[in-house]
């Protein structure tokens, strides 16, 4: 199993690019789905995540291609996707593929939508909480949909004629939830109405590539999407909006070590909660031509106090990088974890670099100590996995993270994009 070695003690400096962004890529590819037309993807990254879903699409029937190969691997450049599912063969997604990441479970809708009917496994994915999908067959049932959950599967017929508008009232925000309805809505008869959407800036992408593909969405970004759905749907060319959480991890990494680094490819406006609470820091954010710079040149780190929230408030999926760097604050920070339940599994890894964090309920309290000290440590799930990087990069000596596999799910070419800019970082193989 492969480790990452880091040596810490390096200021950033230099010029890091942006990936598309994973958590819009997937629903994005599971939308070829929809269409027997060709559906082009622009800016895929390349990632272990991306690479599992075409293996699924595959089984159900979608052929695949990609644009040419990557020459130069260092910068990252995006790769095109053509996806075309003129027939769909198989309407199952068994429990070997769907248990191994949960947005698989969102093909349910465009496959129930398509063609009726739908067997697909319950899912799993990173270990950060239950994570149920009641709110996936709610939104499924309003759309007529007759749902059985037998042997770990959800069986879906859709009612003769198909799926039909209908009108959903979450409960609670969800991202998950909000995809699988808005995907299976724009090929259903009439109007849906979701109330109490998610409005992160992957269900945006989403919606505006369905309606390149012909869908009528009205109140997109807005916590209520109207979806006029339509008989058939064509194919489209999208390009896949940068990813924010690669963002904001870099954008922390840099506050940790110190330096000087430009984010290029990505954009403020999708993390503005974030980086506030970075100036909060004491770092400074500039808005520059096509990207964002970050710059912390002596100066420490001010403490802050945060809770995560849905869009457009402080992602969960960035507590565990801001919490790395509260370690080293001047002071005591309060991170309070309010999406996930258990969702602070890089706590007692950053414990064994010198961090000190108590844990009560869903806050966790970090005093800033003076110096952390490299250790072997154990990555979880993937944001714990990439602070246990970040955390690294700033410890005296050098830090082994172990299963590294959780970081290529979600972290195109972590090892490249920081030797460029100064720090020292290997992949040690076997
Ligand atoms: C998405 O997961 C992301 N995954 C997660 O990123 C992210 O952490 C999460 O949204 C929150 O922003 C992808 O986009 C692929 P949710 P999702 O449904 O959709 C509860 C990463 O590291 N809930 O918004 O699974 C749920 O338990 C990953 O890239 C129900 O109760 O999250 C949670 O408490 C990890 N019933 C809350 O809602 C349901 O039916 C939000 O979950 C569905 C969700």
Known sequence: MDRI?????QKLNGEIPISGAKNAALPLLIASLLTPDRLTLKNVPNLADVNLLVRILRNHGVDFAIDGKRTDPNPHIGETFHLTAR???DTTAPYEMVSRMRASFWVLGPLLARMGEAKVSLPGGCAIGTRPVDMHLQGLKALGAD????AGYVLAKAPKGGLRGGRIQFNKVSVGATHQVLLAAALARGETVIE?????PEVGDVADCLVKMGAKIEGIGTSTLRIEGRDRLEGA???VLPDRIET???AFAVAATGGDVTLSGTRRDLLSNALEALAETGTQVHDVDGGIRIVRNGGGVAPVTIETQPFPGFPTDLQAQLMALMTRASGTSVIRETIFENRFMHVQELARLGADIQLHGDTAT????KALRGAPVMATDLRASVSLVIAGLMAEGDTTINRVYHLDRGFEQLEAKLTRCGAVIERISG
Do not use: C, P
């Not at 070695?5 to 003690?9: L, N, P």
């Open 248 to 250: 904001g991890t870099f």
């Open 366 to 369: 970090i005093k800033g100590v």
């Open 237 to 239: 060319v999208h390009t």
């Open 5 to 9: 070695k880091i040596t810490g003690g």
């Open 196 to 200: 109490n959407a998610a409005r992160e």
């Open 147 to 150: 749902l059985q959950i037998d």
């Open 87 to 89: 027939d769909i063969v």
